[in-house]
């Protein structure tokens, strides 16, 4: 049973085609990456997905009752808001404090409470993002470009942190990045977007696909290589993961 | 007690701040200054249909500001940038306006309370719209109160979280057209909007919760309607006017405040 099925979905943004014909679906658990050039229609997928645009053609089938967690790709907050994190999580409805304390816990971010969003740095203000999303127990995590303006050991880290909430809270997990390298390594599946989906499957499998090749060239294949050296090894010896597997084929 | 005009001048006068304040925070969060300017002209080309229709002046006003803000707000930026669109409407709408009533035949009415406010002139009836509108306007922003707050914050996030953001801009644009139209009488069409983001800009230096930006804004409006209307009355200016002025000093000492602190810590 899927979390979020879209059939046939051709979506408009203006006059512009964005999206022809995506097929596209979610399982419990799994970790979804949308790769795809700039204005290759990434953002307008996950909108469509979320309900914030119609599409022209298609449907989208969501779950009834789907909790759905988004972090935005960004959130430009007016100088002349004033909100602290406490008041953010609790929009738009009032929280316990205790499941505030939790959510700030889980993303990393514990004591930020009571400060003005304002004055976060930019990975703090991340994190509070994402436990913002957190605080409805999702079933379906959803990140839109959420590393961006973080430097590539930040989002490393953030993206590290990711697979460890999926293994945690048993959440799907659906991400946009143009990142290639360090997040494909994460996922289940990668999805090569580019209007229509060009090829999708494991990442390995995509990443040699010719039709991926064709958007990003063959340099990337490289970066993939040595990040996922580094990863394998900065993990070894903490976590005990389903990856391994996947590095070991790939290595 | 209603029968000495200074009190129902007070009275409309702190009406239309309660309103304006909560109101006007959301306008200066969302950066739709301009818009309300815009929709704010647009009322005198209700003016103008009022008198040729010869109905209530709120109706006509209430009409054409809420038509202008659902104009504007289905506009799409092609060609020109919002900036430049809301210019036009909001300038062409209040010369069109102003042609428009000159042009009445056999109606003499003063321009000049149309533009800057008649406070001193309201009658008991004004009194119940203004306090009926203003009390329409609260019920409206406190019931929407946290999903517009998270629809001014993001669109997309809004939809996530089950708030539709189009739903929640037409109540905004409802809210600020019943305002607008309310606030006439008191301090005219070109001073309306000074009445809502002054305050909340005067309120900002002092906030570190949305809840409590609205509620200092609201303060410093009552204050300003109630000192302005006593200075009017000391030193015979204008009104309107006068309340605006007060407003500008309350932003300029919340900014000297603010200044100092960071000379302090710097």
């Known amino acids: 049973m899927s979390l979020i099925t879209a059939t046939g979905l051709t979506v408009k943004v203006g006059d512009v085609t964005a999206l022809t014909g995506v097929n596209f679906a979610i399982r419990p658990g799994e970790i979804v990456t949308i790769v795809g050039p700039n204005g290759s229609g990434k953002s307008t997928l996950l909108r469509a997905l979320i309900g914030a645009v119609k599409p022209a053609k298609g449907m989208v089938e969501r779950k009834p009752g789907l909790r759905i967690g988004?972090?935005?790709?960004?959130?430009?907050?007016?100088?002349?808001?004033?909100?602290?994190?406490?008041r953010f999580l609790n929009l738009p409805h009032r929280r316990a404090a205790s499941d505030i304390d939790t959510a700030l816990r889980e993303a990393d971010v514990a004591g930020l409470a009571d400060r003005q969003?304002?004055?976060l740095s930019g990975g703090q203000f991340q994190r509070v993002l994402l436990a913002r999303a957190l605080m409805d127990r999702p079933e379906l995590l959803i990140l839109d470009e959420a590393t961006q303006g973080l430097d590539q050991?930040?989002?490393a880290a953030f993206y590290q942190k990711i697979a460890?909430?999926?293994?945690?809270?048993?959440?799907?997990?659906?991400?946009?990045?143009?990142?290639?390298?360090?997040?494909?390594?994460?996922?289940?599946?990668?999805?090569c977007l580019n209007g229509h989906v060009c090829c999708e499957g494991a990442p390995d499998i995509v990443a040699s696909a010719p039709e991926y090749r064709a958007l990003f060239g063959t340099g990337t294949g490289g970066a993939l290589a040595l990040y996922r050296h580094e990863h394998t090894h900065s993990h070894d010896h903490t976590h005990d993961h389903g990856h391994n597997h996947d590095h070991e084929a790939a290595e | 007690m209603l029968d000495d005009f200074l009190i129902r001048a007070a009275l409309a006068g702190v009406g239309v701040a309660i309103a304006a304040a909560p109101l006007g925070c959301f306008v200066v969060w969302r950066r739709m200054a301009y818009f309300g300017e815009a929709t704010a002209h647009a009322a005198i080309l209700g003016v103008a249909l009022s008198l040729a229709l010869s109905m209530s002046i709120f109706a006509g006003t209430l009409f054409a500001a809420l038509v202008?803000?659902?104009?504007?707000?289905?506009?799409?930026?092609r060609s020109y940038a919002m900036d430049t669109l809301l210019g036009v409407v909001a300038h062409s709408s209040l010369a069109v306006g102003l042609v428009a009533v000159s042009l009445m035949e056999g109606v003499r009415v003063d321009l000049m309370?149309?533009?800057?406010?008649?406070?001193?002139?309201?009658?008991?009836?004004?009194?119940?719209?203004?306090?009926l509108g203003a009390a329409a306007v609260c019920a409206l922003?406190?019931?929407?109160?946290?999903?517009?707050?998270?629809?001014?914050?993001?669109?997309?996030?809004?939809?996530?979280?089950?708030?539709?953001p189009r739903r929640e801009q037409l109540i905004f644009t409802l809210a600020l057209a019943v305002t607008v139209a309310v606030a006439i009488k008191v301090v005219g069409v070109l001073l309306i909007v000074a009445l809502l983001i002054i305050p909340a800009a005067a309120a900002r230096p002092f906030s570190r919760t949305p809840e409590v930006m609205a509620a200092i804004a609201m303060l410093i409006g009552i204050s300003a309607a109630l000192g302005g209307l006593r200075l009017s009355y000391l030193y015979d200016t204008p009104t309107g006017p006068t309340i605006v002025c007060m407003l500008a000093g309350a932003f300029l000492v919340a900014n000297?405040?603010?200044l100092f602190q960071t000379a302090n810590r710097a």
């Open chain 2, 256 to 258: 000297l405040r603010a």
């Open chain 1, 70 to 86: 988004y972090v935005p790709q960004k959130l430009a907050i007016d100088a002349t808001l004033p909100l602290t994190v406490r």
């Open chain 1, 117 to 119: 969003m304002s004055a």
């Open chain 2, 141 to 164: 922003v406190l019931w929407r109160w946290s999903a517009l707050l998270t629809a001014t914050l993001n669109p997309d996030l809004a939809t996530a979280s089950g708030i539709d």
């Open chain 2, 113 to 131: 309370g149309y533009l800057f406010g008649d406070i001193l002139a309201v009658s008991r009836g004004d009194l119940a719209v203004i306090w």
């Open chain 1, 153 to 155: 050991p930040g989002s």
């Open chain 2, 68 to 77: 202008m803000a659902l104009l504007i707000t289905g506009l799409t930026q």
């Open chain 1, 164 to 191: 460890d909430l999926r293994d945690s809270l048993n959440c799907a997990v659906l991400m946009v990045s143009h990142e290639l390298h360090v997040v494909m390594s994460a996922s289940d599946r990668v999805i």
